[in-house]
Nanobody, 121 residues
């Protein structure tokens, strides 16, 4: 069973930046398309960004395009989310997970504990 550990969240003012990391256990990390999700209070978890197995293809949801960038380091079993120009509406718990492909955002593994991002206005 792959374990996912997210980190890097915190409290930041609007317009600021954070870089999230997600470390995955096991030897199969490079075989998975990876993604970031987030869940705001009282809302369902939503897809934020995805990256192909080799890292050559990425996709970002419209609300974060131009502000967030997903990347990965297969040698370190880690996926990143660089978040710039943060807005209060970005406040949420952020999670990573593997997904089947860009057409299917269903999570493959159990969820980790997530990392809290709070953006103050």
């Amino acid at each position: 069973q792959v374990q996912l550990v997210e980190s890097g969240g915190g409290l930041v003012q609007a317009g600021g930046s954070l870089r999230l990391s997600c470390a995955a256990s096991g030897r199969t990390f490079s075989t998975y398309t990876m993604a970031w999700f987030r869940q705001a209070p009282g809302k369902e978890r939503e897809f934020v960004a995805g990256i192909s197995r080799s890292g050559d293809m990425t996709i970002h949801t419209n609300s974060v395009k131009g502000r967030f960038t997903i990347s990965r380091d297969n040698a370190k079993n880690t996926v990143f989310l660089q978040m710039d120009s943060l807005k209060p509406e970005d406040t949420a718990v952020y999670y990573c997970n593997a997904i089947s492909n860009f057409g299917n955002y269903s999570p493959v593994h159990s969820w980790g504990q997530g990392t809290q991002v709070t953006v103050s206005s």
